[in-house]
């Protein structure tokens, strides 16, 4: 026990208190460096000055347990925001590189192409542009899956074109039939085809039809209203006996296990 005792003592007084402290915040040019720290862990937040953009992370963090700083050192760049750029497509901006605070472009899109978002943006004080930048597509949309167990018809997947869904026999559609291409995206969700229940068929042949269709009415009504199990069993066998009291006043047998 002792011989265990002594090495660790030791080596707690080797290390000095100091050693759980994280690394200096690396510096980075044309930046204002805020940093806090608390017992736990520190945080730096680097902004850059005017004149200049940040690439990278803006906020680093270090903790007791790793003692590095979780993220590599960002840069200021020359521009008071990024570059803006567009591409299948051209920006119009007032002065060149590098872009200055307040600076407004505007864009427009090649021939064959669609501006997504706004046709303008400017430099904002915080080095971000407002509104975001846009983006030039296609209009196409892409092809969407076959759904099992149906197809689709479609001329082509431009802007503007429909497509058209059905179902193989014994499949019904779930959701929008047909759908269009709108600037790249479907005007609805692709549907799906859900298998037409043999038991919902096979009910109509059945003698006791009349009680089934009680049944399942009443079992669409619980369901409606969002009922839990437990009392749906239970109204089902108060059901149940009020038909049986009804048989019975008419003179009929009751079959078990007709449900
Ligand atoms: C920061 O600026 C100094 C002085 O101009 C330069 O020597 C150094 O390489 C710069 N650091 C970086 C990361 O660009
Ligand atoms: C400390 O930082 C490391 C690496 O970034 C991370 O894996 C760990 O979960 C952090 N610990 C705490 C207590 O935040
Ligand atoms: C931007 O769009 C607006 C309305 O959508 C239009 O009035 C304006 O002329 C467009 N500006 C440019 C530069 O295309
Ligand atoms: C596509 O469908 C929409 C709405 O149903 C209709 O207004 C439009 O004319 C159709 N377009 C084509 C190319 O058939």
Not at 66 to 79: I, K, M, N, Q, Y
Request: glycine share 6%; charged share 25%.
């Amino acid at each position: 026990m002792k011989s265990w005792l002594v090495p660790c003592i030791l080596i707690a007084w080797l290390f000095p208190a100091s050693v759980d402290h994280c690394l200096d915040p690396p510096p980075v040019n044309f930046s204002i460096l805020i940093a806090t720290s608390t017992e736990e862990r520190s945080l730096v937040t680097y902004n850059c000055i005017k004149g200049y953009h940040l690439e990278g992370k803006k906020e680093l963090f270090c903790n007791k347990t790793s003692l590095v700083w979780d993220s590599p050192t960002p840069v200021c760049l020359l521009g008071h925001c990024p570059n803006p750029m567009l591409v299948n497509g051209q920006l119009n901006s007032s002065k060149l590189e590098p872009v200055s605070e307040e600076e407004v472009v505007t864009f427009k899109c090649d021939v064959g192409y669609i501006l997504k978002g706004s046709n303008w943006s400017q430099c904002q004080k915080d080095h971000t542009w407002s509104p975001p930048l846009p983006m030039c597509i296609t209009g196409q949309c892409e092809s969407p899956k076959r759904p099992k167990h149906g197809h689709f018809k479609a001329r082509d997947f431009n802007s503007g074109s429909n497509i058209t869904f059905r179902c193989d026999v014994g499949y019904q559609l779930i959701g929008a039939q047909s759908l269009q291409c709108m600037d790249g995206e479907w005007s609805d969700e692709i549907p799906i085809c859900e298998e037409i229940l043999e038991s919902m068929v096979e009910t109509e042949k059945e003698p006791e039809r009349n009680i089934c269709e009680t049944v399942q009415k009443l079992m669409q009504c619980q369901k409606e209203r969002r009922n839990t199990l437990e009392e749906l069993k239970y109204s089902l066998e108060i059901k149940k006996l009020q038909l049986e009291k009804k048989k019975a006043v008419m003179g009929t047998e009751i079959k078990e296990g007709s449900f």
